[in-house]
């Protein structure tokens, strides 16, 4: 019965077209229709709960104690991505921290069944996109001040990430994605050796943070970097020292994987 009354309510307030489908917005969250059925996203419950249910079957929980629901970016039919149907939902936490959340994919089989791919991370900036080929569901996320865009691609039941070899930072070419080989603590900050695809190797200057975080060393990852001043190298470890350098540093590696 609860479906009826969301229809009803759903036909007052009209049906919005994203992504190739009817998505109704209802006080109790989203729906859209499924080969399999009703695909509804519910609002939080008495216990902060979001709950993504598939014909009336809870498929995924969303803690929405300080968050709202999460909304239906894109539905894509069967055949854009594969033999599945695509859902892309994005989370919403409240406040003005982020602009809106993390991105999920759901693959929807013809039986039913689902899959849902790794979280993208997402926080501020424009507003996604989501569209499909043909042969592939693409997720952009534009870019944003010093973050460079990232594409995300879905298809055959993966979620990669289809990143540059470099990214243009205050002028200056640097690598975006490389495998940390080593990291050092120095007086300026942690020296980060990294190696690209093909076989190269290089040392960047990296935020402080970076040298505790031993479990990137042998992973592949993006690289975000940032403009900052320094300890100066003339200063010759003297911390107290004035003179400061600009420099481009790593602020901050992400492992990169595939997703499924």
């Known amino acids: 019965m609860p479906r009826v009354l969301i229809t009803a309510f759903a036909m007052l307030v009209g049906l919005a077209s994203l992504g190739g ?27 902060g709960e979001c709950r993504v249910e598939l014909a009336g079957r809870t ?47 759901l693959a ?3 039986k039913g069944g689902t899959r849902w791919a790794s979280p993208i991370d997402f926080c501020g900036g424009a507003d996604p996109r989501v569209n499909s080929d043909g042969q592939a569901v693409h997720i952009v996320l534009p870019a944003s001040g010093e973050l460079p865009a990232e594409h995300w691609v879905y298809a055959d039941g993966m979620l990669r990430e289809q990143v540059a070899e470099t990214v243009s930072i205050a002028g200056v070419s640097k690598w975006s994605v490389a495998r940390i080989i080593a990291l050092n603590a120095g007086d300026s900050g942690c020296y980060v ?6 076989g190269r190797t290089a040392e960047e200057l990296g935020d402080f943070e970076l040298c505790e975080q031993h479990a ?45």
């Open 59 to 105: 498929v995924k929980r969303f803690d929405c104690s300080f968050a709202y629901a999460p909304s239906v970016l894109g539905h894509m039919p069967p055949g854009s991505a594969g033999p599945d149907e695509i859902v892309v939902l994005q989370e919403s936490p409240m406040g003005n921290a982020c602009n809106g959340g993390p991105l999920h994919v």
């Open 193 to 198: 050796t990294l190696e690209n695809a093909r």
């Open 21 to 47: 489908a009817s998505i109704a917005h209802a006080r109790e969250g989203e729906w859209i229709s499924t080969r399999s059925g009703t695909l509804l996203v519910t609002a939080a419950d008495t216990r």
């Open 216 to 260: 990137l060393l042998g992973k592949q990852a993006r690289l975000r970097y940032t403009v900052t001043q320094v300890l100066s190298a003339r200063c010759q470890g003297n911390m107290d020292c004035p003179y400061r350098d600009e420099v481009v540093i790593i602020e901050r590696a992400v492992p990169l994987a595939g997703h499924g």
């Open 108 to 110: 929807i089989d013809g």
